[in-house]
């Protein structure tokens, strides 16, 4: 993380602490509830520039034996750390992600994500997670990730296409 950052904000149409955060697209792996196979994360904003969540391990996420998968376990750190820049301004994209591993997390327990903004320059937000399965004190995986805001307009213009929900962000897009 760079010396000199940049002062945080949080943006004054931000989810107020305790209000969910607005799922990244209603077909987001990760937070969309229109999502057939994903995660369905409901995200709640937290105090300062904090945000958390709660996962079930259901036993289609098994990796090992009787464990989650190392994939899915990243793929909720990363989507929950990509609620935060929405506290400060303009969506963001992951452009770095890094898990560590910490111990096994079983199915059929219940995933806690907290994840913090750790400072921001520029476009550039710095962030960290920790999961665990109930006792903050015994973390079972950590992460860090970068995000870039981005112009989400801009971004998925060459992609919309592509989505479920074309139709749907294609509109969206057109509006003024």
């Not at 300062?48 to 464990?67: H, L, T, Y």
């Not at 592509?162 to 962000?169: D, G, T």
């Amino acid at each position: 993380m760079p010396d000199e950052l940049d002062e945080l904000v949080r943006h004054p149409k931000a989810a107020r602490s305790g209000e969910p955060m607005r799922s990244h697209n209603k077909s987001c792996f990760g937070c969309g509830a229109e999502s057939p196979r994903g995660l369905h994360l409901a995200v709640y904003a937290g105090d300062g520039f904090s945000v958390d969540a709660q996962m079930p391990i259901d036993q289609w996420m098994e990796g090992g034996p009787g464990v989650i998968h190392g994939g899915i376990l990243s793929t909720a750190l990363d989507d929950v750390m990509g609620m935060l820049p929405r506290l400060l301004g303009p969506p963001g994209v992951t452009v770095h992600l890094q898990v560590d591993f910490l111990q096994p997390v079983p199915v059929g327990k219940t995933l806690h994500i907290h994840a913090s903004v750790l400072g921001k320059q520029r476009r550039k937000i710095y962030t960290e997670a920790t999961a665990h399965l109930g006792d903050p004190a015994r973390p079972v995986a950590r992460g860090n990730g970068v995000f870039v805001t981005i112009n989400a307009r801009e971004h998925f213009a060459d992609h919309v296409e592509n989505s479920a929900k074309a139709e749907e962000y294609r509109a969206r897009m057109e509006r003024p």
